[in-house]
């Protein structure tokens, strides 16, 4: 298993930003898919936003236009932009890799993941 640590959650007012970070302990080069997910209070885990070795992004529908993902291979690390910041973004945040080159159809399915981080909390205030 690959270790991976969040970072960069916190509590921010409305229309906020703030950065997410997930570092990986071993070279995310070879990583086929990297994603961060999300779980608020009460409810079930929710995809954000992935990215595909590729280059290729993918956003939820809620993320659009707000968020940004992208990733350093040289620094190992995930990224996740967030600005515009609303209270329904309150949540628990987990970065995802899915290591190899086996293809997958959709880097937004949770199930595909072999690698999760502990999660950073984001609050979000009015």
């Known amino acids: 298993q690959m270790p991976l640590v969040e970072s960069g959650g916190g509590s921010v007012q409305v229309g906020g930003s703030l950065r997410l970070s997930c570092a990986a302990s071993e070279s995310i080069y070879n990583t086929y898919c990297m994603a961060w997910f999300r779980q608020a209070p009460g409810k079930g885990r929710e995809e954000v936003a992935s990215?595909?070795?590729?280059?290729?992004?993918t956003y939820s529908d809620s993320a659009k236009g707000r968020f940004t993902i992208s990733k350093d291979n040289g620094k190992n690390t995930l990224y996740l932009q967030m600005n515009n910041m609303k209270p329904e973004d309150i949540a628990q945040y987990y970065c995802a890799a899915r290591r190899g080159r086996e293809f997958v159809s959709s880097c937004m399915n949770p199930d595909i993941y072999t690698d999760w981080g502990q999660g950073t909390q984001v609050t979000v205030s009015s």
């Open positions: 990215v595909r070795f590729t280059g290729a992004t």
